[in-house]
């Protein structure tokens, strides 16, 4: 097995910076829709749901009618 490399060494190859710039712009746009006897209703995320989740859960909830959902997520880890 190869040797571990040492901190420095590491720090030196390491990307990122100090400063951090995060920017999304989301321009969805909906038009000349129609919904004719359409029911919506309740809309539920039951008990259990998330139970054994890993990662980074992201829900997108709609109960409605010609709804237009844009979602964005920016993330940002930094290990130090």
């Known amino acids: ?3 571990a490399v040492d901190a420095a060494t ?3 190859q390491r990307g990122g910076s100090t400063r951090v ?3 999304m712009t ?3 746009t909906t038009a000349d829709n129609t919904a004719r006897h359409v029911n919506t ?3 539920a995320i039951s008990a259990g749901a998330f139970a054994n989740m890993s990662g ?7 109960s ?17």
């Open 21 to 23: 710039r995060n920017d």
């Open 41 to 43: 209703g309740n809309n």
């Open 64 to 80: 409605g009618a010609n709804v237009l959902i844009q979602n964005a997520v920016i993330l940002n880890l930094q290990m130090n």
């Open 1 to 3: 097995m190869a040797q």
């Open 26 to 28: 989301l321009t969805g």
């Open 56 to 62: 980074m859960p992201v829900v997108i909830q709609n």
């Open 10 to 12: 590491l720090a030196d």
